[in-house]
């Protein structure tokens, strides 16, 4: 599998960034990947090093839509959360400062 299917996305959340200050982030990937496929495509993308990958499966939850408020279940999603070596990071996951008008 090539790098950019395999990771699909970044989750950027409060607890995501929370977890990225200890050197710990959250990407959406393939459900048919595995975790040496992870580790490779995130160290190649991000020109970091990758020490360990754990993987969670999240399940769709059910909710009602349209006119007659049918009950459709959104689609399963897989999480990997991805450790660096110390003093790694990726800059994605940075939070800028905002400047206030006065």
Request: hydrophobic residues 40%.
């Amino acid at each position: 599998m090539e790098e950019k299917i395999i990771v699909k996305k970044p989750v950027i959340t409060e607890k995501s960034l929370k977890d990225a200050a200890r050197g710990v982030f959250t990407f959406l990937v393939d459900k048919k990947a595995n975790k040496p496929e992870i580790k490779n495509a995130v160290s190649r993308l991000f020109k970091v090093h990758a020490r360990w990958v754990t993987t969670t499966v999240v399940k769709g939850k059910k909710r009602t839509a349209g006119k007659k408020r049918k009950i459709v279940q959104s689609p399963d999603m897989k999480k990997a959360f991805v450790r660096l070596q110390k003093g790694e990071k990726i800059e994605l996951f940075e939070v800028g400062q905002t400047s206030q008008a006065k």
